[in-house]
Nanobody
Framework: VQLVESGGGLVQAGGSLTLSCTGPKSIFSIYSMGWYRQAPGKERELVAR???????TYADSVKGRFTISRANDKLTMSLQMNSLKPEDTAIYYCAAWPYNKYYEGAGQNDYWGQGTQVTVSS
């Protein structure tokens, strides 16, 4: 199973970026999915997640600024990031994990993309 992210880049503070993740139908049809990020020297953290049925939850640090969306028929998940801050700088990862572990999040043995760099300059 391969998850592929795209859309990272360099943006000024206050700007916007949209990340995308594609993968196989077997994932989009039933798995929980989400976006994680890892900044230098910090642990990986969950940014936003989406169930196959449309439930969404966000980290407090991104509420009101980021929006996760998922089109199961198009095999695409996106993360719209607005009002970006320098502290949003990180490698962003797309992940998928079993639907019945939605609130647990992705584990080491679940599915992960290769990551895409987001850099926000001040």
């Amino acid at each position: 199973v391969q998850l592929v992210e795209s859309g990272g880049g360099l943006v000024q503070a206050g700007g916007s970026l949209t990340l995308s993740c594609t993968g196989p139908k077997s994932i989009f049809s039933i798995y929980s999915m989400g976006w994680y990020r890892q900044a230098p020297g910090k642990e990986r953290e969950l940014v936003a997640r989406s169930s196959s049925g449309g439930s969404r939850t966000y980290a407090d640090s991104v509420k009101g600024r980021f929006t996760i969306s998922r089109a199961n028929d198009k095999l695409t998940m996106s993360l719209q990031m607005n009002s970006l801050k320098p502290e949003d700088t990180a490698i962003y990862y797309c992940a998928a994990w079993p639907y019945n572990k939605y609130y647990e999040g992705a584990g080491q043995n679940d599915y992960w993309g290769q990551g895409t760099q987001v850099t926000v300059s001040s």
